[in-house]
């Protein structure tokens, strides 16, 4: 016979079970019995047991529960559209072992100075026509010169006047140029941790793992936007998969924005031939990433040019919710325009709109009700 106290323990659950009729979300009702707020509910204190867990659950319920949280925070059918520009190419002194650009690596890259500014910003208008609303920019820097600060802020500032979004990534920042940067109106920074801390002396030693970090740190404290990610496939196991996610969601405030990059095996480079992996292992990392950061975009970057549009509808589900459009993501090929706009058709997808600007909303405050 069970106790009084296993009776009582269970009776939330009862109740939960009998409200279920009235309610859409299981998460609701919990808050509801609870008291719980549950856009309130962000950890950042998920430890390596857990995430391992989830990475390790049936796939159809991993993905069932990282699209129920993405449905509470989302609009479930949008996905925000960015386009990545390659502002200076090759000759990179970092040794990162999956990368064209580095100079370390014999890759029939074609080198390419700054862009000049106009010509970034007619590809800025070119991808806002075509539905973008953040552009991005990279430069194959170890981190900007001073020499180059002017030109990034300039471009920045152009970009911004076109009414986009702006994100960067160059390499490692200090404190004053974040801070500039920031002045300068970026929204965003881009710098990814690649993989995780264990594995991380296996892809790059011209940095380390805690450089990253400090980059980061500056980027926050300047109060930039952070977007950082990583790649899998780079011939790690599973439990650095799991451990990438575990630097993401313990970092005090979760990345805005989470890539989630499959590699693009370039020859030339120390991991041309390496492995392919699964394509189910990247589908398990996005929707545990969906799940332990429920308020952040995740982004389908590098290695989509080779997926099938079924596979991108899985990676849809798991929660992904942002994307690079073009044809090339800095020098590695991408899914190309018209056919996002092909899978977006077919899967009832649509891009997300601009978000409105402080001048904006002010001006909807003052309009009559």
Same mark, same amino acid.
């Given at each position: 016979?069970?106790?009084?106290?296993?009776?009582?323990?269970?009776?939330?659950?009862?109740?939960?079970?009998?409200?279920?009729?009235?309610?859409?979300?299981?998460?609701?009702?919990?808050?509801?019995?609870?008291? =719980?707020?549950?856009?309130?509910?962000?950890?950042?204190?998920?430890?390596?047991?857990? =995430?391992?867990?989830?990475?390790?659950?049936?796939?159809?319920?991993?993905?069932?529960?990282?699209? #129920?949280?993405?449905?509470?925070?989302?609009?479930?059918? +949008?996905?925000?559209?960015?386009?990545?520009?390659?502002?200076?190419? !090759? /000759?990179?002194?970092?040794?990162?072992?999956?990368?064209?650009?580095?100079?370390?690596?014999? +890759?029939?890259?074609?080198?390419?100075?700054?862009?000049?500014?106009?010509?970034?910003?007619?590809?800025?208008?070119?991808?806002?026509?075509?539905?973008?609303?953040?552009?991005?920019?990279?430069?194959?820097? /170890?981190?900007?010169?001073?020499?180059?600060?002017?030109?990034?802020?300039?471009?920045? #500032?152009?970009?911004?006047?076109?009414?986009?979004?702006?994100?960067?990534?160059?390499?490692?920042?200090?404190?004053? #140029?974040?801070?500039?940067?920031?002045?300068?109106?970026?929204?965003?920074?881009?710098?990814?941790?690649?993989?995780?801390?264990?594995?991380?002396?296996?892809?790059?030693?011209?940095? +380390?793992?805690? *450089?990253?970090?400090?980059?980061?740190?500056?980027?926050?404290?300047?109060?930039?936007?952070?977007?950082?990610?990583?790649?899998? !496939?780079?011939?790690?196991?599973?439990?650095?998969?799991?451990?990438?996610?575990?630097?993401?969601?313990?970092?005090?405030?979760?990345?805005?924005?989470?890539?989630?990059?499959?590699?693009?095996?370039?020859?030339?480079?120390?991991?041309? *031939?390496?492995?392919?992996?699964?394509?189910?292992?990247?589908?398990?990392?996005? $929707?545990?990433?969906?799940?332990?950061?429920?308020?952040?975009? =995740?982004?389908?970057? $590098?290695?989509?040019?080779?997926?099938?549009?079924? *596979?991108?509808?899985?990676?849809?589900?798991?929660?992904?919710?942002?994307?690079?459009?073009?044809?090339?993501?800095?020098?590695?090929?991408?899914? !190309?325009?018209?056919?996002?706009?092909?899978?977006?058709?077919?899967?009832?997808?649509?891009?997300?709109?601009?978000?409105?600007? !402080?001048?904006?909303?002010?001006?909807?405050?003052?309009?009559?009700?």
């Amino acid at each position: 016979m069970k106790s009084s106290a296993y009776k009582l323990a269970l009776f939330p659950q009862i109740l939960i079970e009998k409200a279920k009729p009235f309610f859409k979300k299981p998460r609701i009702i919990s808050a509801f019995f609870f008291n =719980i707020d549950v856009e309130t509910m962000i950890r950042n204190d998920w430890t390596r047991d857990e =995430i391992q867990a989830l990475y390790d659950q049936p796939l159809m319920d991993l993905l069932f529960q990282a699209q #129920q949280i993405h449905r509470e925070h989302f609009d479930a059918n +949008t996905v925000q559209v960015s386009t990545l520009l390659s502002i200076k190419t !090759g /000759r990179c002194p970092e040794d990162c072992k999956y990368c064209s650009q580095s100079a370390h690596y014999d +890759t029939d890259l074609e080198i390419e100075k700054r862009v000049e500014v106009q010509k970034a910003i007619a590809e800025a208008k070119q991808a806002k026509e075509s539905g973008s609303t953040r552009f991005c920019m990279g430069a194959a820097w /170890r981190n900007p010169h001073e020499r180059d600060m002017p030109y990034v802020l300039e471009l920045i #500032q152009e970009v911004k006047k076109l009414g986009m979004e702006t994100c960067m990534t160059l390499g490692m920042l200090n404190a004053s #140029q974040a801070e500039r940067l920031k002045d300068a109106g970026l929204d965003y920074y881009n710098h990814n941790l690649d993989t995780s801390r264990e594995y991380y002396a296996n892809v790059i030693s011209t940095r +380390t793992f805690d *450089d990253r970090l400090n980059t980061l740190d500056h980027v926050r404290s300047a109060g930039i936007n952070v977007c950082s990610g990583g790649i899998v !496939g780079l011939g790690e196991g599973k439990q650095d998969r799991v451990g990438l996610l575990f630097e993401l969601a313990t970092m005090p405030i979760h990345p805005e924005s989470v890539p989630i990059n499959m590699l693009v095996p370039i020859e030339g480079t120390p991991l041309a *031939d390496v492995e392919k992996l699964d394509v189910i292992d990247w589908i398990r990392t996005i $929707a545990v990433a969906r799940i332990i950061m429920p308020k952040s975009y =995740i982004r389908l970057s $590098a290695g989509r040019e080779s997926l099938s549009d079924s *596979d991108q509808a899985l990676a849809f589900m798991a929660g992904a919710n942002s994307l690079f459009s073009g044809d090339k993501l800095l020098t590695a090929p991408n899914s !190309g325009e018209g056919k996002d706009k092909a899978l977006f058709a077919k899967l009832g997808l649509k891009a997300e709109t601009p978000k409105k600007t !402080g001048r904006e909303l002010a001006m909807d405050a003052m309009q009559p009700a």
